[in-house]
């Protein structure tokens, strides 16, 4: 079992950075691939990036490839979300997710948080 607590959402204007935290409870985060997902109000949850175990290889979503960036800490039990260059079409909630399989689709995860609210004004 991981719980999973995003932290770190908020407005900011078009242009600016905002870096999401994901903290997880549980001896065995490091044991886990890690994932971002996020919701737009109307819209389906989609894929933002993922982050294998040892914190190599991430890959994004092309809508925010070169902008947003995943890393980990095993030590803290703990991934983030840097995201720069936000658009308003970013304005989403966040989640991030912790599976065995990860990968782009949110059947790859087994743990959620309860999601974070970025919201980015024009």
């Known amino acids: 079992q991981v719980n999973l607590v995003e932290s770190g959402g908020g407005l900011v204007q078009a242009g600016g950075s905002l870096r999401l935290s994901c903290a997880a409870s549980?001896?065995?985060?490091?044991?886990?691939?890690l994932g971002w997902f996020r919701q737009a109000p109307g819209k389906e949850r989609e894929f933002v990036g993922t982050?294998?175990?040892?914190?190599?290889?991430?890959y994004y979503a092309d809508s925010v490839k070169g902008r947003f960036t995943i890393s980990r800490d095993n030590a803290k039990n703990t991934v983030y979300l840097q995201m720069n260059s936000l658009k308003p079409e970013d304005t989403a909630v966040y989640y991030c997710?912790?599976?065995?399989?990860?990968?782009?689709?949110?059947?790859?995860?087994?743990?959620w948080g309860q999601g974070t609210q970025v919201t980015v004004s024009s």
């Open positions: 549980g001896r065995t985060f490091s044991r886990y691939k």
């Open positions: 982050i294998t175990r040892s914190g190599g290889s991430p």
């Open positions: 997710a912790a599976g065995s399989t990860g990968g782009g689709s949110y059947y790859g995860y087994d743990y």
